[in-house]
C-alpha cells in the first residue's frame, strides 16, 4: 500500500550565504517517523551565484524531484504552491552623519506639515473661540488650551502608530504595519510570477 506524505511550502525564507537548500527549509513535512528525517534532508536546490538576492522554489518542482527518488509513496501538497528564498547580502552600517540628515529632514518636514494643517484648518482661532466660550474672556494665546492639545496630539500619534521607538504598545497592528504588510504581500505575489524557477531546473540536484 502507498503512503501518503503531505508537504506545506514555507510562503518565505532567508539565508546568508550560497546553500543547498534542502526539503526541511523550504516545507513542513507529515510522514511516518520512519522516513521523515530522510525526506526532510533530501536535496532540493543549490543556491548560486547566477540567483541573486531572490529565487522562487515551486512545489510541483519539488513533487517532481521526490517522485523521482521516492517512487514507494505518494505526495501530497497543502498550502502555499512557491516558496520565496531571499538571499541576503551583508550590508555595511550606514553613516551616523547621512542618518542624522535624514532623521533632520523627516522631523522638520513633520513639523511643517503639522503646521501647515493647524494654518489651513485655523486651528489658532478655534482656540480663541473655544477659550471665549469657557471663560468669557478674549485671548490671543490660550496657552492652557494650545499646551495641553500639543500634548495630546503627540500622544495621539504614539498610540496611532502603537510603537514607543522598539516597544509595542499593545498587539494590534499599526495602520503602517498593515500598509507594509500589503505592499509585501504585492511584491511576493510579483515575485512569484516573474522569479518562478519551474522552467530552469539548472541547479536542481
Known amino acids: 500500500m502507498t503512503e501518503v506524505v503531505y508537504v506545506r511550502m514555507k510562503k518565505n525564507m532567508e539565508i546568508n550565504h550560497m546553500q543547498e537548500i534542502v526539503l526541511k527549509d523550504v516545507a513542513s513535512v507529515s510522514a511516518p517517523e520512519r522516513i521523515k528525517k530522510e525526506l526532510e ?14 529565487l ?3 512545489s510541483f518542482m ?5 517522485n523521482k527518488i521516492y517512487t514507494h509513496l505518494e505526495f501530497q501538497m497543502v498550502g502555499p504552491s512557491q516558496t520565496i528564498i531571499r538571499i541576503q547580502t551583508k550590508k555595511k552600517e550606514p553613516p551616523i552623519l547621512i542618518v542624522s540628515v535624514v532623521w533632520l529632514l ?4 513633520m513639523a511643517m506639515t503639522i503646521m501647515n494643517f493647524h494654518y ?3 486651528m489658532q482661532e478655534v482656540h480663541q473661540k473655544l477659550h471665549f466660550l469657557l471663560t468669557g474672556e478674549e485671548n490671543q494665546f490660550p496657552l492652557w488650551i494650545q499646551i495641553p492639545y500639543s500634548f495630546g496630539l503627540g500622544a495621539g500619534m504614539l498610540l496611532f502608530f502603537n510603537h514607543w521607538f522598539k ?7 499599526s495602520p503602517l504595519e498593515v500598509e507594509i504588510y500589503n505592499y509585501q504581500q504585492d511584491l511576493d505575489n510579483y515575485v512569484n510570477h516573474h522569479e518562478n524557477r519551474l522552467n530552469d531546473p539548472g541547479n536542481s540536484p
Open 106 to 109: 523627516l522631523f522638520v518636514g
Open 167 to 173: 516597544k509595542r504598545l499593545n498587539e494590534e497592528p
Open 62 to 66: 519539488i513533487i517532481e524531484h521526490l
Open 56 to 58: 522562487v522554489i515551486d
Open 120 to 122: 489651513d484648518v485655523s
Open 41 to 54: 534532508n533530501t536535496s532540493i536546490y543549490r543556491v548560486t551565484e547566477k540567483d541573486k538576492n531572490i
